[in-house]
């Protein structure tokens, strides 16, 4: 996910340390798009905390929202556009690419055959189990912050 340079788009820093970093993102942008295109400068995983937001890429879009959990490979590229006016709000993980491979590799067995672009999926589900663990994650970390 892009850092961006929108007034529209606000990351904070939750956790960072040598393995992982945990971003918090704010996006008040209403509904619209698809904006310009972005490149992704990492390998991120993002949780959503709420709202919605469409990523395209090639002829392909998914919707992002509490129930996806959204994967972007670094370098690649992207447009957004979000389904209505509340924005969205997220959570962003970036682990370090040894440890990424290993998280990956049980749902995809073949990540080491592509270690730059370790995720050959887009979304993945997020139950209500994962969702809940991730707010308690956060809140903690702003806790502690």
Request: glycine share 8%; charged share 25%; hydrophobic share 35%.
């Given at each position: 996910?892009?850092?961006?340079?929108d007034a529209n788009l606000v990351f904070r820093s939750l956790y960072q340390?040598?393995?992982?970093?945990?971003?918090?993102?704010?996006?008040?942008?209403?509904?619209?798009?698809?904006?310009?295109?972005?490149?992704?400068?990492?390998?991120?995983?993002?949780?959503?905390?709420?709202?919605?937001?469409?990523?395209?890429?090639?002829?392909?879009?998914?919707?992002?929202?509490?129930?996806?959990?959204?994967?972007?490979?670094?370098?690649?590229?992207?447009?957004?556009?979000?389904?209505?006016?509340?924005?969205?709000?997220?959570?962003?993980?970036?682990?370090?690419?040894?440890?990424?491979?290993?998280?990956?590799?049980?749902?995809?067995?073949?990540?080491?055959?592509?270690?730059?672009?370790?995720?050959?999926?887009?979304?993945?589900?997020?139950?209500?189990?994962?969702?809940?663990?991730?707010?308690?994650?956060?809140?903690?970390?702003?806790?502690?912050?």
């Amino acid at each position: 996910m892009a850092r961006g340079t929108d007034a529209n788009l606000v990351f904070r820093s939750l956790y960072q340390s040598a393995i992982l970093s945990v971003r918090e993102y704010v996006c008040h942008a209403c509904q619209g798009g698809p904006a310009g295109e972005e490149q992704s400068e990492s390998n991120n995983i993002v949780l959503m905390r709420s709202g919605a937001f469409s990523k395209h890429f090639g002829r392909r879009t998914i919707t992002a929202d509490v129930n996806q959990v959204v994967f972007f490979s670094r370098g690649s590229t992207y447009r957004v556009s979000h389904p209505s006016d509340r924005g969205d709000r997220g959570t962003v993980l970036v682990v370090t690419p040894r440890v990424l491979q290993d998280i990956v590799r049980e749902p995809d067995p073949t990540v080491d055959e592509r270690p730059t672009h370790p995720f050959a999926f887009a979304t993945g589900p997020c139950t209500a189990d994962v969702f809940w663990r991730h707010r308690e994650l956060v809140q903690r970390l702003e806790a502690a912050g």
